[in-house]
């Protein structure tokens, strides 16, 4: 699935990353644990979380995400946009809950 249907079903606004919507994404991860991410998640395109902090970019640096999804109207700070943008990441918004997001792209067949 492309980034750019994911903003789609998410009613998300694109807030970095705008030039890479046209990644693919074959799965997605939702979390407010950073290190459940670290430990659990393997091979996944997408974060879908409330946390908003830098270790957020960070840790989809080390794991090799590409998509940062920030749920319940969450924004990130500028300095999180600037990291995300120095290091190519795609940062998005939805009002959504996790649940729904997440259920949302599942009946799209994200990670399916």
Known sequence: MELSQVAEILEAKVLTGSEHLSREAHSACG?????DVLAFVKDQGILLTGLVNSQVIRTTLMMDMG?????????????????????GTVLMTTRLTMYESCGRLYLAGLGR
Request: hydrophobic residues 40%; charged residues 25%.
């Open 67 to 87: 998509c940062v999804v920030f749920v319940r109207g969450k924004t990130p700070t500028e300095e999180m946009i600037t990291l995300a943008e120095n290091i």
């Open 31 to 35: 979390s407010d644990m950073m290190s």
